[in-house]
């Protein structure tokens, strides 16, 4: 059984900081692209970051360069979000994900989600 477990989420004042993981089972971990992912109250949900299967590329959303890391550990089949300098805008529930794609396949697995609350 596929399973993707975010941890680390809480409530924490503007400017600090906060580390979530993600802890993946049930298939190839280090196969997978993973992506962190976020929803706001009424709004789409959106890209966070995204880092590739070795953890040699990353990508951010623009609204959490410099403040955000993305990280990987396929010796322990998790993911690891860094979030420095949190600002209220960035209260949302973030969603881990694992996408992996081929010439005649598509797999894209999503954990249940984990709360940030960024207070001002």
């Known amino acids: 059984e596929v399973q993707l477990v975010e941890s680390g989420g809480g409530l924490v004042q503007a400017g600090g900081s906060l580390r979530l993981s993600c802890a993946a089972s049930?298939?190839?971990?280090?196969?997978?692209?993973m992506g962190w992912y976020r929803q706001a109250p009424g709004k789409q949900r959106e890209l966070v970051a995204t880092?590739?299967?070795?953890?040699?590329?990353?990508n951010y959303a623009d609204s959490v360069k410099g403040r955000f890391s993305i990280s990987r550990d396929n010796a322990k089949n998790t993911m690891y979000l860094q979030m420095n300098s949190l600002k209220p805008e960035d209260t949302a529930v973030y969603y881990c994900?694992?996408?992996?794609?081929?010439?005649?396949?598509?797999?894209?697995?999503w954990g249940q989600g984990t709360q940030v609350t960024v207070s001002s």
């Open positions: 994900n694992a996408h992996n794609r081929g010439r005649r396949y598509e797999y894209d697995y």
């Open positions: 880092i590739t299967t070795g953890g040699g590329s990353t």
């Open positions: 049930g298939f190839t971990f280090s196969s997978y692209n």
